[in-house]
Nanobody, 127 residues
Framework: QVQLVESGGGLVQAGGSLRLSCAASARTFSSYTMGWFRQAPGKEREFVAVISRSGGNTYYTDSVKGRFTISRDNAKNTVYLQMNSLKPEDTAVYYC????????????????????WGQGTQVTVSS
């Protein structure tokens, strides 16, 4: 069982920045691909970014490319999401998730592929 705890959300003005953190309880954190998803009110949960087990590969949804950066520190069992140039449409609850399966493509954008989830952290971007 892996427990994930997100932190770092809050209220920020458009154009501002936030850094989300996700601390994992897993002793084998480096064996999990880690992803960030978000869910806005009335919308389905959507993929944001993912990072490979070693941290050497990252992938982003098009709407956040060039603004968000995912990273991980396996020594600290933590994954991060640095969010810059925030827009009101980035407002959502952000979730981190852990995937123990090594997919042929290297990662999955599908939420059902992930085995463990955090409780989420609210990010609100005002215009």
């Amino acid at each position: 069982q892996v427990q994930l705890v997100e932190s770092g959300g809050g209220l920020v003005q458009a154009g501002g920045s936030l850094r989300l953190s996700c601390a994992a309880s897993a002793r084998t954190f480096s064996s999990y691909t880690m992803g960030w998803f978000r869910q806005a009110p009335g919308k389905e949960r959507e993929f944001v970014a993912v990072i490979s087990r070693s941290g050497g590969n990252t992938y982003y949804t098009d709407s956040v490319k060039g603004r968000f950066t995912i990273s991980r520190d396996n020594a600290k069992n933590t994954v991060y999401l640095q969010m810059n140039s925030l827009k009101p449409e980035d407002t959502a609850v952000y979730y981190c998730a852990a995937d123990r399966t090594l997919h042929n493509s290297g990662y999955s954008r599908i939420s059902s592929a992930y085995d463990y989830w955090g409780q989420g952290t609210q990010v609100t971007v005002s215009s």
